[in-house]
């Protein structure tokens, strides 16, 4: 088994959290052993470490108890299971599905469902052909209902937006959420409403009662409306699901789905140059800070990912990067899905930068960093030597993708 100490956040939160029904597996193992006159004894002082000055720690950030005892939530225990046998209503949910799992937009507003399912409704996800995700039922879905067909395949708001109306008419839904992001659920949520002629709520960030609460004045204001069917939800509108499992039983559409032309043609993917997407856009940026000492393997480790790249304040200051480069407070404010910061300390006028990222990957040598602790996935070591070993994963990756092609 490997050395790595991988962190579970979750498992760290959890072990903080004295509410979650999970708290009490998330604790450390409580040393026991059987006396020599059969008596079991137990070691009541194990808890906690003696710190340098000989004075006794208890950790309660939840990080000894979460990472240092390698234990994820879900195989410890198996949360409480939610089911809805009839359900009294539907809550059907569109996810994005970006790379075919859900992303953290997914996520929210599969907690804002639930919120709005209450106990007799079901949360019912509607995904458009071949995915990779295996947490539905922890992310809070009670039936899944999944769309196949190649005419679902790339972009096909058309198809999509046929297939959701012919999920309208067999569940008729209580609501429709989908996500009001880039990624397709802002696009196909609109088209879905004009083709049913129902007015959306957009940009939701707040619902209250019979009410809902949405961005708007290009983001200046909150517009405040009765509740509609049909909701475009922005990330963070809810807090994900945690505390429950899910049934995720599976449904089929009782109707094959009429097949029309298209008027869209879907050419496929563009490949564009890394360089010129701007930060602010960017899915996954590759961003180097002062920890970086080689700016040639860097900027080459960032076109073998094919990664737009971002630098640290201290990194452009140096003249390392250029101005427009830069990340944070008082660079550009970015949302990539998947965020690499090479030797990047996780100052926090940076951090406010990369609030809005999905996935934080963090390459340092200082275990302790500030950026450490908000990474998703942490490599500690000399970034040189990583920044190698990465182009030399992604060599072998694409040699080895070629050779089964071949
Ligand atoms: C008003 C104001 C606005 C600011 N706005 C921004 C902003 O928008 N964006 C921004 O980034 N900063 C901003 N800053 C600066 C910010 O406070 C930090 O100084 C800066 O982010 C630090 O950059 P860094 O992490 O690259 O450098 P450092 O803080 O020097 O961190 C370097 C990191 O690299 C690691 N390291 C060192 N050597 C290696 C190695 N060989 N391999 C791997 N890791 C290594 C170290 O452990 C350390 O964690 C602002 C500051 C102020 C006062």
Redesign the pocket.
Known sequence: MSDIIRRDPRAEWIARNRLHPLHAAMQPVQHSWMGPNGILRKNVHGVGFIGPNGIKRIDRSGAQQGGASKRTAAAEVQLPLHQVAAPAFYINVVPDMVGGRLSSHDRDLLGLARQLAGSDGAVLAVVFGEHKESTFATAGVDRLLVLEGHEFDGYSPEQRVQGLRAVDNQFNPRHWLLPDSRSGGGELGRRFAASLKERPATRVWQIKGQECIGRAGAGQEDLARPLPRLILAAAECADPVSETRHEVLPVELSTTLARSLPRIEDLGAVAVDPAAIPMAEAEFIFSG???V?DWALFHQTAAALGATEGA????VDDGFMARDR??????TWVTARVYVA?????????LQ?IGACDKVVA????PG?D?IKRADLSVI????AILQALIEAVAAYRNGAKRDAA
């Open positions: 800070g002062n920890g000492k640290s304040r201290v990194a830069q990340v944070g407070a008082s660079g090479v030797g990047i300390s996780g100052a926090i006028q940076h930068g390459i340092n040598l200082d960093c950026m070591g000399e970034s040189a």
